[in-house]
T-cell receptor, first 114, second 107 residues
Framework: EAGVAQSPRYKIIEKRQSVAFWCNPISGHATLYWYQQILGQGPKLLIQFQNNGVVDDSQLPKDRFSAERLKGVDSTLKIQPAKLEDSAVYLC????????????FGAGTRLSVL | ELKVEQNPLFLSMQEGKNYTIYCNYSTTSDRLYWYRQDPGKSLESLFVLLSNGAVKQEGRLMASLDTKARLSTLHITAAVHDLSATYFCAVLNDMRFGAGTRLTVKP
């Protein structure tokens, strides 16, 4: 069974530039999550999708971050414009359904904002 | 606000020794997850603890859950170098992870 796929693996940009990350969840998983993991910390949830609808985006900085999950499968997370403090690993995870299911994580995208 | 607190945050152990990592949480969740993360890699699921009193073991790692005390433990028996990693506990009902325990096992 294929895991959660993310791209790119690494991205270096300058502040005020824009960047986008892509995630393809495990086939059949209805729920998709984007997390931000700052060095030395645990993952912090940014947004959760159930199929193609947003369940929770309360911690997403909406003035600069946006995410979509068209057709309830792939998802993209965008940052525009990027700030220095956005430097982190962005992890995508998926689970069969909401709440009580194991979340499977992708390898992540390491973003460096200079 | 929900808190998930792990301690210690850093742990350096000798091979062959035993130690316990603690995870306290402030919600009434009845399930708790443990993940492992190797440097530069993603998170790998280790244990899912589904009810009060649950105990799971895999190799040299054993996890337990006490929902009344809101406490989970990850016990390491006779540590080996391959166990060096960061271990996270998580309350996934609330999408909340602990800060992680960075374990280093030295010869």
């Amino acid at each position: 069974e294929a895991g959660v796929a993310q791209s790119p693996r690494y991205k270096i940009i300058e502040k005020r530039q824009s960047v986008a990350f892509w995630c393809n969840p495990i086939s059949g998983h209805a729920t998709l999550y984007w997390y931000q993991q700052i060095l030395g910390q645990g993952p912090k949830l940014l947004i959760q999708f159930q199929n193609n609808g947003v369940v929770d985006d309360s911690q997403l900085p909406k003035d600069r971050f946006s995410a979509e999950r068209l057709k309830g499968v792939d998802s993209t997370l965008k940052i525009q414009p990027a700030k220095l403090e956005d430097s982190a690993v962005y992890l995508c995870a998926s689970s069969l359904d909401r709440g009580k299911n194991i979340q499977y994580f992708g390898a992540g995208t390491r973003l460096s904002v200079l | 606000e929900l808190k998930v607190e792990q301690n210690p945050l850093f742990l350096s152990m000798q091979e062959g020794k035993n130690y316990t990592i603690y995870c306290n949480y402030s919600t009434t969740s009845d399930r708790l997850y443990w993940y492992r993360q190797d440097p530069g890699k993603s998170l790998e699921s280790l244990f899912v603890l589904l009810s009060n009193g649950a105990v799971k073991q895999e190799g040299r790692l054993m996890a337990s859950l006490d929902t009344k005390a809101r406490l989970s433990t990850l016990h390491i028996t006779a540590a080996v170098h391959d166990l060096s990693a960061t271990y996270f506990c998580a309350v996934l009902n609330d999408m909340r992870f602990g800060a992680g325990t960075r374990l280093t096992v030295k010869p």
